[in-house]
């Protein structure tokens, strides 16, 4: 099974960067993910690593570090829209079942 | 819209009553998965099918739970017996297992609401 956390909420204010930091204790790894979630919608995909370092896809970035069982996702220029629960989940072994384990999520809030 | 649909959307129900939830994925998608989310949690995986074949099953499902998939399109997620602790969302996601460039990443759909009195 796997250990996932992540902080239960954070705020910021909008035009800002926060970062919302994942670690997780596994027996297999086989890629994290991060979905944002808005309330009463169905998570939607945002980002994928199953190697070290930093993946970036417009204002969002990931980044993962395998032997520390770490993870942030990274939001820069902060709209309203962001607000939203952010979802860190690990894809368990073996690779080929997709099956991916949750945190329980990160509500962020954006200020105006 | 060609996206994961669910429905009912909402459904309130009596303790002791039987539900049933459809879960249609993307077309071309052969791999379906349900999910449960309470409120403040991730969600927490239940079971998966490639094709008509349920390949796992949590030990989250008890017996009072059952899903299908005959055709290897859309899937049925049934509870017997609801209990005041089966109040959850019910999240059913898809995805297309075989490409090599594929993350596997899921395609989740809005789910379904259960509420039990």
């Known amino acids: 099974g796997q250990n996932i956390d992540q902080p239960t909420e954070m705020t910021a204010t909008e035009g800002a960067i926060v970062q919302i930091n994942c670690t997780y204790q596994t027996s297999g790894f086989n890629g994290l993910f991060w979905y944002q979630q808005h309330a009463g919608e169905a998570p939607t995909f945002l980002s994928y690593?199953?190697?070290?370092g930093l993946e970036e896809k417009g204002r969002f970035s990931s980044f993962l570090s395998r032997s520390k069982g770490y993870s942030y996702l990274l939001l820069k220029e902060l709209q309203m829209k962001d607000s939203a629960s952010y979802l860190c989940a690990v894809r368990d072994p073996p690779s080929n079942d997709y099956k991916l384990s949750f945190g329980a999520g990160t509500t962020v809030t954006v200020r105006a | 819209d060609t996206g994961v649909s669910q429905n009912p959307r909402h459904k309130i129900t009596k303790r002791g009553q039987n539900v049933t939830f459809r879960c249609d994925p993307i077309?071309?998608?052969?791999?379906l998965y349900w999910y449960r989310q309470t409120l403040g949690q991730g969600p927490e995986f239940l079971t998966y099918?490639?094709?008509?074949?349920?390949?796992?099953k949590s030990r989250l499902l008890s017996d009072r739970f059952s899903a299908e998939r005959p055709k290897g399109s859309f899937s049925t997620l049934e509870i017997q017996r609801t209990e005041q602790g089966d109040s959850a969302m019910y999240l059913c996601a898809s995805s297309k297992f075989g490409q090599a460039t594929n993350t596997g990443e899921l395609f989740f759909g809005e789910g379904s609401r259960l509420t039990v009195l």
């Open positions: 690593n199953v190697l070290d």
């Open positions: 099918f490639q094709n008509e074949a349920q390949l796992e």
């Open positions: 077309s071309e998608h052969n791999r």
